[in-house]
């Protein structure tokens, strides 16, 4: 298994600003997943994170707006530039670990204003 | 296009009702299968995973099922408590064991002691 922390676990932030947000994982792995859950909605997969490489960027998501970073085999960022009230979400950091199983961390809660 | 559809997409039932969820994957050419449970604000916490070539896996209470010929997936939940209202996601990977998650929308899931 894999246990997964982030930080922050939620943040109100004013239009315009950008918001860092930090995944920790309790072992090393090859690939960090960084996942958006808008209010009501299912999970959609921003990007594919592997440590030494530029991020994988899902359709509709952009290096510009939401870069990536990955220094190491257990830790990673994820930035989400100049907010507008529509990334107002829950920003979720996930692993494959053990059999192929995936594991989320407890998300970060972002509001804009 | 792959696609999974969760029904019904929410459920009420009395405390100790035996319940069962729906899953329903367009591609049978699935790698694994994984549901998930999720608290309002929260991640997600994994219950069970089916790799693709078992039929159903168990967890206490927990039983899913596996039907890849006809792209569906079920999970039972025995003697339902209040402290199992939550929602419950299903997600299909595809291309292999580093391949994307495609998750369904969900069911919430409200148990009325």
Same mark, same amino acid.
């Given at each position: 298994?894999?246990? /997964?922390? *982030? ?6 932030? *004013? ?5 860092t947000?930090?995944? *920790? ?10 996942y958006?859950?808008?209010?009501? *909605?299912?999970?959609?997969? /921003?990007?594919?994170? #592997?440590q ?7 359709s509709?998501?952009? +290096?510009?707006?939401f870069?990536?970073?990955?220094? #190491? ?8 530039? #100049?907010?507008?009230?529509e990334?107002?979400? +829950?920003?979720?950091?996930?692993? /494959?670990?053990?059999?192929?199983e995936?594991?989320?961390g ?8 | ?6 029904? !019904? ?14 899953? %329903?994957f ?13 608290? !309002?604000g929260?991640?997600?916490?994994s219950?069970?995973?089916?790799q %693709? ?15 890849? %010929? @006809? ?8 003697? %339902?408590? !209040? =402290?199992? @209202?939550?929602?419950y996601?299903?997600?299909?990977r595809?291309? =292999? ?8 929308? =969900?069911?919430?899931?409200s148990?009325?002691?």
């Amino acid at each position: 298994s894999a246990v /997964i922390s *982030q930080k922050p676990s939620r943040d109100i932030c *004013q239009r315009g600003t950008s918001l860092t947000i930090q995944c *920790q994982v309790d072992s090393q792995v090859t690939m960090m997943f960084w996942y958006r859950q808008q209010p009501g *909605q299912s999970l959609t997969l /921003i990007a594919t994170a #592997n440590q030494g490489s530029e991020a994988t960027y899902e359709s509709g998501f952009v +290096i510009d707006k939401f870069p990536i970073s990955r220094p #190491n085999l257990t830790f990673s960022t994820l930035t989400v530039s #100049n907010m507008s009230p529509e990334d107002s979400s +829950i920003y979720l950091c996930s692993v /494959i670990a053990g059999s192929y199983e995936q594991y989320f961390g407890p998300g970060t809660r972002l509001t804009v204003t | 296009k792959q696609e999974v559809t969760q029904i !019904p997409a929410a459920l009420s039932v009395p405390e100790g009702e035996n319940l069962v969820l729906n899953c %329903s994957f367009t591609d049978s050419a699935i790698y694994n299968l994984q549901w998930f449970r999720q608290d !309002p604000g929260k991640g997600l916490t994994s219950l069970l995973l089916i790799q %693709s070539s078992q039929r159903e896996q168990t967890s206490g209470r927990l039983n899913a099922s596996l039907d890849k %010929s @006809s792209g569906r997936s079920t999970l039972y939940i025995a003697a %339902s408590q !209040p =402290g199992d @209202s939550a929602t419950y996601l299903c997600a299909v990977r595809y291309g =292999g064991s580093q391949g994307n998650l495609i998750f369904g929308k =969900g069911t919430k899931l409200s148990v009325k002691p």
